[in-house]
């Protein structure tokens, strides 16, 4: 499970401004206005040494007895429970407020682990701004500034410290059985599916969004293949998860995805492709899940109908052009078999061993088809290409001046990639990094050291090297 962390603080002091640095997106509204963020609102962290997910969370006014700054406020509180870390972010430039003592007790309470940010203090003697934030009793303040970027990464560091590392074994994720999450909106038939692929009524399926409130985790076998299959709350649109039963339950989807191989995920062809549809695509894009979509209740729309709908899917989920679609009736359990066979595909791709030979040839015949574009009057040279990862599968492409690589060169080589390995159903992911320059870098040439006599000093610590070597090999 990936570790959560929880901005909590008054109205603007720049929770959304952390936020929207910390997930590196705009998801968040950021303003010179208090109370412009209500809901809580989730994302996936990126830039830390360790993955994990962030909620911010709206002004907290504990208080608050009516109205909507109460709404906030139980908001606030159910983000709490969510909490494995919680950052309590203050206003340096403002200072110490009565209300901040009030907040400071209710997180004594949670019994969760709390980083006492001072936000603001760019410019400023940090030391200074943040003696007065002692008075809280949560510890030392750290002085960070989300809006410049000063301190995020460490306080971030600091909150993940106490998680294990994740431990990527190779040969552990090739032998597993594949993990299915089945995820999607409320009330679009993930349960109906689960227990249409189960072939018995394991999970309660019931005409209501809602039915399911947590993510639960079901063995199959079917056709000899075992799949762990995992059925997950609906994610609702933010702004209408108001029950306390189903606090949980967007972190645990968000949970479920990461720790899937495959997603599966189930829109319903009724309602047609809806903006959450494409947020819930998006966020198992990001976290470079393998993906097959199901449209379901696909035998209760007429021709004209499902016309609309593929021009609908065509417009909102382009982006998802790796994936495989497959229009079924969970109710009816039609095309569930096309399904297995393409979470399988998705499951080979996603594991996929990519050899290094291999690669490097694959990457030298795309830039003999096309070279990459010139950039400040140099045209990047690449080199060679080898595996980075697999579940997605990664590649590393080693070159010079690859900063000047664009966007588009980029999807042009995922593309080529893909097509050759047959990668269909799984996102790709191509890093590039920057060849060493013996005359850009001093440690590398000594001062009046030529390139010629570098090398030979090279060369010959190699040998000393390769002595030393065999000479412990003899002694053993």
Avoid: C
Avoid at 24 to 47: E, F, M, N, Q
Avoid at 90 to 95: E, I, L, N, Q, S
Avoid at 340 to 346: H, K, Q, Y
Avoid at 430 to 446: E, I, M, S, T
């Amino acid at each position: 499970m990936l570790p959560t962390i929880v901005l909590v603080g008054r109205p603007n002091v720049g929770k959304s401004t952390l936020f929207n640095r910390m997930t590196k997106s705009r998801d968040a509204l950021v303003a010179d206005l208090p109370g412009l963020t209500r809901d809580r609102h989730y994302g996936r962290g990126i830039g830390a040494s360790k993955p994990y997910l962030v909620i911010d969370t709206g002004g907290f006014e504990p208080t608050a007895e009516s109205g909507i700054l109460k709404e906030m406020a139980k908001q606030t509180l159910l983000a709490i429970d969510e909490a494995d870390v919680i950052i309590f972010l203050v206003d340096g430039r403002a200072g110490l407020t009565p209300q901040e003592f009030i907040i400071a007790d209710k997180l004594r309470k949670a019994q969760r682990p709390v980083l006492l940010a001072v936000n603001k203090t760019e410019g400023m003697n940090k030391a200074v701004v943040a003696a007065d934030f002692h008075e809280l009793g949560l510890g030392d303040p750290l002085s960070i500034s989300s809006a410049h970027g000063e301190g995020v990464k460490d306080i971030v560091e600091l909150a993940l410290e106490q998680f294990p590392e994740p431990v990527f074994d190779e040969n552990k994720q090739t032998d597993k059985i594949p993990r299915i999450a089945i995820v999607g909106r409320p009330n679009v038939g993930k349960s109906t599916l689960v227990n249409a692929l189960l072939g018995e009524d394991r999970v309660i399926a019931f005409d209501e969004p809602g039915t399911t409130r947590d993510s639960i985790e079901i063995e199959l076998e079917k056709n000899g293949k075992r799949y762990s299959i995992i059925d997950t709350a609906g994610v609702r649109k933010r702004g209408r998860v108001f029950e306390a039963v189903e606090k949980f339950s967007v972190v645990k989807t968000m949970q479920a995805i990461e720790d899937a191989n495959v997603a599966i995920l189930v829109v319903d062809a009724q309602e047609g492709i809806t903006e959450q549809d494409a947020h819930v695509a998006a966020y198992i894009l990001d976290s470079g899940r393998a993906l097959v979509v199901a449209i379901n209740k696909w035998d209760g729309l007429k021709e004209d109908e499902r016309d609309w709908v593929k021009r609908e899917i065509d417009r909102k989920l382009m982006f998802l052009d790796f994936a495989k679609f497959h229009y079924i009736s969970a109710l009816r359990k039609k095309g569930l078999p096309e399904l297995l066979t393409s979470v399988d595909g998705a499951f080979k791709a996603a594991m996929a061993k990519l050899p290094t030979p291999q690669l490097t040839r694959v990457l030298t015949d795309a830039i003999a088809q096309h070279q990459p574009p010139i950039t400040r009057g140099i045209r990047p040279k690449l080199r060679y290409a080898h595996q980075g990862g697999m579940n997605p599968p990664i590649v590393v492409i080693h070159g010079n001046h690859v900063d000047g690589i664009k966007d588009s060169y980029k999807r042009f080589l995922e593309g080529v990639f893909r097509k050759t390995f047959q990668l269909t159903g799984t996102p790709l992911r191509v890093q590039f990094n920057q060849g060493d320059n013996p005359f850009a870098d001093p440690d590398k040439r000594k001062p009046g050291e030529g390139i010629v006599s570098m090398r030979r000093r090279k060369t010959a610590q190699r040998a000393e090297l390769k002595a030393k070597k065999d000479a412990e090999d003899k002694k053993r």
